[in-house]
């Protein structure tokens, strides 16, 4: 299955690009890049492909089955959308796209084409998360009536100035850069609730005086002190569902010397905590005795696993966990967290 990959940037060069290599299925033909050394950095160190500049040149190829959109946010939309009415199935980064009304264009021309959009929420390839959606499922925890997501870094504001602190690129900041990970998880472990209320504030404090943050780390750096911070770095929420509870709060930067990745499912027989892109440790008590236990079980690459599923799906037509219609809905939510800040109110969805 002949591939491009679209923005060969971190993400791309991390996850996409060597796990399709690691596919024996695919085949990447294109590297694409506005940024002509990128691409063509690509074809020399992965020695295949064709390095170009220009995405419609792929979408115009026939040969081409499949595109990875490894882009900065705002050409998330124009990108998969160009892609599937050329007929090509789309694994899109996450988020998917800056706004609810771009995911739903999004969605549109899925629907339209009838071709492959997975998002790349990632999470649903891991296998904590994976055993944690098992054991809520096999009733373990109970009733789960609450979830509590923290995602607060000390001071990580990633490249100030930058593409990430560009609303107009971004679309947001910690919500919809990290917070997606966060709520998605909730949601494919919960099994997807309807959502039905959702109530927060976002805010745009620590970075907005860009000559006087101080941090010790910036990934996504250095700091453009003459680009644009106009996103948040913390936010809070409540969002209520059929099912559980949801409780948010994130940030990009804080004044708390701490930093805390975790998610805590807070059910009537058992409770677990899943520390971010690790382990978890399930919580309950036995014969009124109180247990704890952390299993122990290989994680596999979750990148490798997201492009092996999107290249069997292609093949299959099997619909996966990430596909645009099971995950439009944490669009939604970060939509709505942002307009309930906005207007300082609580938004009720359908
Ligand atoms: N799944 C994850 O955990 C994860 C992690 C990091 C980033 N991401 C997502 O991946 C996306 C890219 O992030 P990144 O950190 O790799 O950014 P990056 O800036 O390192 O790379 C993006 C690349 O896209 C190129 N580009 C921009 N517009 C283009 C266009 N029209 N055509 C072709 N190339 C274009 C840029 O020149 C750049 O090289 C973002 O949406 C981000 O949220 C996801």
Redesign the pocket.
Known sequence: MKVAV??????????HIPSYMNNEEAEIKYF????PE??DAAVEKYGCGTAI???HEALNDPEIEAVS????????A??SIDALKAGKNVL????AARTYAEALEMQKAQHESGKVLNI???NRFNDSVNRIKKYIDDGKLGEVYQVYASFRAHRQIP?LGG??TTKAI?GGGAL??WG??YLDIVMYCCGDPAVKTVTGEAFCKLGKDMEDYTYSFMW?GPPKYDGVYDVDDSVTAVIRTSGPVITVNGAWAQNINEEDRYIDFLGTKAGIRLRYGKDFTLSTTEDGALVAYTPEFENTDM?QNEIDAFVRCIKTGEKLPSHIDTVIITSQMMQAIYDSSEAHKEITLN
Request: some cysteine; hydrophobic content about 45%.
């Open positions: 679209i923005g060969c940037g971190t993400i791309a060069n991390a996850a694409c890049d506005i940024i990128r691409a500049t220009d995405y959109v490894c882009t900065p946010n705002n050409v998330h124009q990108i899109c980064e996450k988020p790349g929420v990632v490249g593409a990430f971004a919809i850069d997606v990970h996504a990148f």
